[in-house]
């Protein structure tokens, strides 16, 4: 089974990036797609964008585009989320996820990390 | 992007109570849509996938239907456990997009 381990919390300063990892264990990670989801406090669910990495081909929900950048690394199995330019807004706890079945539907998630933008 | 509305935002119920959660794609998604629960401090998990297919280990009680724009989450006997928010997500274009959400809580 598929496991989504995310790097640790951060606290960063308005007009900076924050870069969040997600590392896959226990599956064929380049044939898996990988999305980024953020929660600000309170709030609901975002999606941020995807990557596949066998393609290498990530895409961006409208209000992230220019701002967000993921990656993959096929070596160490592992996804990237950097977020430019932050804001007190981009406050959030940031999850990776996958669908691993063949119809959808992500059921597996990353514990989640949490960003704090606070000068 | 997919616009997503999900009605109604709040909930309250009582255990064993029937309960429908309705949620609107802006344009026909055909039946790729997804349903999770999230408790808080939690990641959201996911009950239904291809708008009516049960993930494995999901209770029975739950249930989805639906195609091309129109989509319901049912819970046929509500129990304590499923004190949750719950939101839909689309997967119909390369460009994903969840509701709002939708907060069940006790009557």
């Known amino acids: 089974q598929v496991q989504l381990v995310q790097s640790g919390a951060e606290v960063k300063k308005p007009g900076s990036s924050v870069k969040v990892s997600c590392k896959a264990s226990?599956?064929?990670?380049?044939?898996?797609?990988i999305s980024w989801v953020r929660q600000a406090p309170g709030q609901g669910l975002e999606w941020m964008g995807r990557?596949?990495?066998?393609?290498?081909?990530?895409n961006y929900a409208q209000k992230f585009q220019g701002r967000v950048t993921i990656t993959a690394d096929k070596s160490t199995s592992t996804a990237y989320m950097e977020l430019s330019s932050l804001r007190s807004e981009d406050t959030a706890v940031y999850y990776c996820?996958?669908?691993?079945?063949?119809?959808?539907?992500?059921?597996?998630w990353g514990q989640g990390t949490t960003v704090t933008v606070s000068s | 992007d997919i616009q997503m509305t999900q009605s109604p935002s709040t909930l309250s119920a009582s255990v064993g109570d029937r309960v429908t959660i309705t949620c609107r794609a802006s344009?026909?998604?055909?039946?790729?849509l997804a349903w999770y629960q999230q408790k808080p401090g939690k990641a959201p998990k996911l009950l239904i996938y291809?708008?009516?297919s049960l993930e494995s280990g999901v209770p029975s009680r739950f249930s989805g239907s639906g195609s091309g724009t129109e989509f319901t989450l049912t819970i046929s006997s509500l129990q304590p456990d499923d004190f949750a928010t719950y939101y839909c997500?689309?997967?119909?274009?390369?460009?994903?997009?969840f509701g709002q959400g939708t907060k069940v809580e006790i009557k």
């Open positions: 996820a996958s669908p691993t079945g063949d119809w959808g539907g992500m059921d597996v």
């Open positions: 226990g599956g064929t990670f380049s044939s898996y797609t």
């Open positions: 990557i596949i990495p066998i393609l290498g081909i990530a």
């Open positions: 344009q026909s998604i055909s039946s790729w």
């Open positions: 291809k708008a009516s």
């Open positions: 997500q689309q997967y119909n274009s390369y460009l994903w997009t």
